[in-house]
C-alpha cells in the first residue's frame, strides 16, 4: 500500500489512453497528490460495463478530465489533409499537450507528461512565457539521436551485403532541429523517469548535462505462472513484437537457416517487407491477437526471442518471463540490465548472427535448462512489477517539484 505524504501542490498526469494502465495516475492518487488524469477518454463509472480497457477499478473518474470531443474535433480535418496516421499523429499529440498544459495552468497544479506530449506542453509554457508552471517527463523512450544513429549504421551495413532499404521509424526521421527542439524540453523540464539504464544512457549520449533522471521500470499485465514444457517435438520460438528493423529479425532469420527442428510464429501487423523476404519459408507471422491468446502463446513456446538493435525496456520480455518462457534478448535492451547470459536467459550482442545461431543451438540441445533460465529470470525481474512502478514513478515526481 502506498503510504499518504504531505505535499505542496496537487499533480496532473496527462497521457492518452491507458498509458502503463494508468499506474502513474493511481500511484499519485494513493499518495494523496493526484490532481486529475488529462486524458481523451476516460470510462465514467455509469458506462463501465460497456467499456472495458479505459478505466482502472482503483482510479474514479471524478479524478479526471476527458477532452475527447477536442481530438476528434482536430482528427477530422488532419485525416483529410495527411492521410497518413504516422504524419498526423505528432500534430494531435503537439495539440494535446499544448491543451493539458493549459489546462494544468489553470487548475494551478504541476504535471507529469508522457514523453510524446510534452513538447506540446513546453511550447504552452515558452508562448506564455509561464513562470510557475512546471512538468516532469515520464516514459522516456531512448532519444531520437540516439536511435537514429543505431539504425542508420545498420541500415549502411545491410545496404554493404546488397540488401535493400528497411522502412524507415518515426526515430530516424526527425531533423536535427527537432532533436535540438527535444532535448530543450527534456532538459527545462523538473525531472525525467524512464524504465531502464539504455533509456538513461541515450539521454547522455550526445549531451552531458541532462541531469535528474530516475529509472522505474515497468511491470507484467499478466499474473506469473509456471507452465510445464515438452521437452520433445520441435523448439518453439516465439516473437511478439512489430517485424521492424529495430527488432533484429533481419540477423535472427540469418542465424536460423540450416538449423533443424525448430517452428516460429512471430505476432505482429504490418509487417516490413525489406525483413519478410529475409525469413525462412517456416516462419509464421500471424496479426495481434487478443491478451487471452496472447497469454497461450506464451505458455506454449520454449523461447521467446527478440534480438533488439535498441530497446528503451521491452514490456514483452517481461511479460514471456511471467509465463514460464525463457528469453533471448540483445545487450541493449532495458532487460538485459537485470538478466545474466546461459543463467537467466540468452543475451547476444546486437547484430551478431553467430552469438543468436549458438544460442539457438544451445537451446535444443539444453531444452530442460530452458525451464531453469525462465525461474531465474522471475527471481531477477520479482522487483519489475506495477506496485514498484507506482511507487517509483509517485516517489521521483513528488520528489523532483518538492526538493
Known sequence: MIQSIVHKKKINVVALGARDYYEVAIGLSEKGALGCLVTDF?????????????????????????????????????????????????????????????????????????????????????????????????????????????????????????????RAEQDINWSASACTEYFDVLKSASGIICASEVTKKSLIYNYKNVENVRVAPYGSRFEYCTTLR?????????????????????????????????????????????????????????????????????????????????????????????QGAAILCSN???????????????IVTIGSVQEISERIYWALSHRSELSVLSKNAKTACAHMNWDNFERLTSDAAYDFFNK
Open 230 to 322: 515438452q521437452n520433445h517435438g520441435k523448439l518453439k520460438l516465439l516473437t511478439v513484437s512489430s517485424v521492424s528493423q529495430r527488432k533484429g529479425f533481419h540477423y535472427a532469420f540469418n542465424a536460423v537457416k540450416g538449423i533443424d527442428g525448430l517452428s516460429w510464429t512471430i505476432i505482429g501487423g504490418n509487417p516490413d517487407q525489406e525483413i519478410v523476404k529475409m525469413a525462412p519459408e517456416w516462419v509464421t507471422f500471424t496479426d495481434r491477437v487478443s491478451d487471452e491468446e496472447l497469454s497461450v502463446y506464451f505458455s506454449e513456446c520454449d523461447l521467446f526471442i527478440m534480438p533488439s538493435l535498441v530497446e528503451g525496456f521491452g514490456l514483452v520480455y517481461l511479460e514471456a518471463i511471467s
Open 332 to 346: 541493449q535492451t532495458g532487460i538485459s540490465e537485470v538478466v545474466k547470459d546461459y543463467e537467466s536467459a540468452l
Open 42 to 166: 476516460y470510462c465514467p463509472r455509469l458506462l463501465r460495463s460497456f467499456v472495458k480497457k479505459r478505466f482502472s477499478p482503483r482510479l474514479d473518474s471524478k479524478n479526471t478530465i476527458s477532452i475527447w470531443w477536442l481530438l476528434i474535433l482536430i482528427k477530422i480535418p488532419l485525416a483529410i489533409v495527411f492521410r497518413d496516421k504516422a504524419k498526423m499523429n505528432p500534430f494531435v499529440d503537439l495539440v494535446f499537450g499544448y491543451v493539458a498544459a493549459f489546462i494544468t495552468y489553470v487548475t494551478g497544479r504541476n504535471a507529469v507528461v508522457y514523453s510524446y506530449y510534452a513538447l506540446g506542453f513546453a511550447k504552452f509554457i515558452r508562448h506564455f512565457n509561464v513562470k510557475n508552471l512546471e512538468y516532469v517527463v515520464f516514459q522516456v523512450h531512448p532519444t531520437p539521436w540516439f536511435v537514429s544513429e543505431v539504425l542508420s549504421l545498420d541500415q549502411a551495413k545491410h545496404t554493404q551485403k546488397g540488401g535493400g532499404i528497411f
